[in-house]
């Protein structure tokens, strides 16, 4: 875990504790259907954290979940996240999720044109 400070125009960061990921026994996103950037990373103790926005909790799951599968290979739950946005096949799995944004935003665009364009009888 990374402490980040800035100091007038010097930014700083400070190694203040650190775990290794095979004593890493679950990782609970503790709302998966809701847009809160708190978890819970499950050690011999569990230690509350939260990232920077929902996106970065995700992109940090998924992070640990890739390094898992590439060097351990245990099983490591990950529960209480959108299964959607954790797998990189799914077509919604961007940085950003800029891709689910735009497609929405152009759903409800076309809805409203073709409503705006129905004649009133």
Known sequence: MVKHSRV????KYEIVEKWFL???EMIDGKE?????PCF????????????????????????????NEMYLKKDLKIVNFDDTYLNDDSI????????LVLMRICFYASNLLCL????LS
Do not use: I, Q
């Not at 007038?8 to 930014?11: G, K, L, Q, W």
């Not at 819970?40 to 992109?59: G, I, P, R, W």
């Open 8 to 11: 007038d125009r010097e930014e």
């Open 92 to 99: 919604w799995s961007s940085n950003n999720r800029d891709c």
């Open 22 to 24: 095979k004593d890493l």
């Open 32 to 36: 998966a259907d809701t847009d809160n």
């Open 40 to 67: 819970d990373m499950h050690f011999h103790k569990v230690y509350n954290l939260e990232a920077y926005s929902c996106a970065s909790k995700y992109t940090f799951a998924r992070t640990l979940n890739k390094l």
């Open 116 to 119: 705006s364009l129905c004649p």
